[in-house]
Each structure stands twice: as C-alpha cells, then as structure tokens.
C-alpha cells in the first residue's frame, strides 16, 4: 500500500485522504457511461459500522448529512473492469484481491478508524468534529 502522506496528490478532507483529480476522473467516467452515480436519501450515511466504538475512540461528533451519493458500475462499465482485470499479471490481481478482501465488506466507521489510525494527519479537517 504506498504511503499517503508523502503523495503530492492527497490532502486531507471530509473525511480522510482526498484527491481532487479523483472527482474529476468520476465525472468522467460517469460522463462516457462507465458508473452511474446517484444521489439518494441517507438516514444515516454510515450504516454498518460501529458509530459508538469509533466515536469513543477518536471523541469526533458526527455531522450526518441529508444525502449521500452511489456509485455503481453500469454493464459497459462491468465490461471494461473485466477487460482490464482480465490484463493483469498474477501478482496485480492477487494484490487486488487482497485489496478486496480486506476492504469491501468493512463498515464504514473501521474503514474510518483503519485510515484516521495509519494516517492521522488526514483527519485533521475531518467533517466529524471535536
């Protein structure tokens, strides 16, 4: 996993590392068919995850937010992921599929906990505030 805090690219943001080209590349593939992104109704944009064990170990308030925005694939999208997972040499796609198995399935606030932890710098201008 390289080393964020000496990428040029990250700063910290809402809620850790960010990059801005990233949103620009989401736009992108949002615009050529590739995602669909939706904004949708967010009762609670968290869900999954330990609210309570997170909050008491970092003492953040949550600022919860009246939407969040989805991203999916579409098929075309499905299909160039495939092409270019299909392209990959062994190790790139074990390395991907450790990636997957650590961090897909993991609730939000250990997500959260995980990067504020290994990279405390990026927490700084957190939208979860003190």
């Known amino acids: 996993m390289p080393n964020l805090t000496q990428s040029p690219n990250f700063k910290a943001y ?4 960010c990059m801005d080209d990233l949103y620009d590349d989401l736009d992108f593939a949002e615009d050529i068919g590739l995602i669909a992104i939706q904004e949708v109704p967010s009762g609670n944009e968290y869900e999954g995850g330990d609210e309570d064990a997170f909050l008491e170990d970092f003492g953040f308030r949550l600022v919860k ?3 969040r ?3 999916k694939l579409t ?6 992921a495939r092409e270019v997972y299909d392209n990959l040499d062994d190790e790139r796609r074990e390395r991907l599929e450790q990636i997957k198995r650590r961090f897909n399935a993991m609730p939000f ?3 959260l906990r995980y990067v504020y932890r290994k990279y405390p710098a990026f927490a700084k201008r957190s ?4």
């Not at 809402?14 to 590392?17: I, M, N, R």
């Not at 098929?75 to 160039?80: L, P, R, T």
């Not at 939208?127 to 003190?130: D, G």
């Open 75 to 80: 098929k075309v999208g499905e299909h160039a």
């Open 127 to 130: 939208v979860l505030s003190l």
């Open 109 to 111: 606030f250990d997500l």
């Open 65 to 67: 937010r009246p939407t």
């Open 69 to 71: 925005r989805d991203f």
């Open 14 to 17: 809402d809620f850790g590392p």
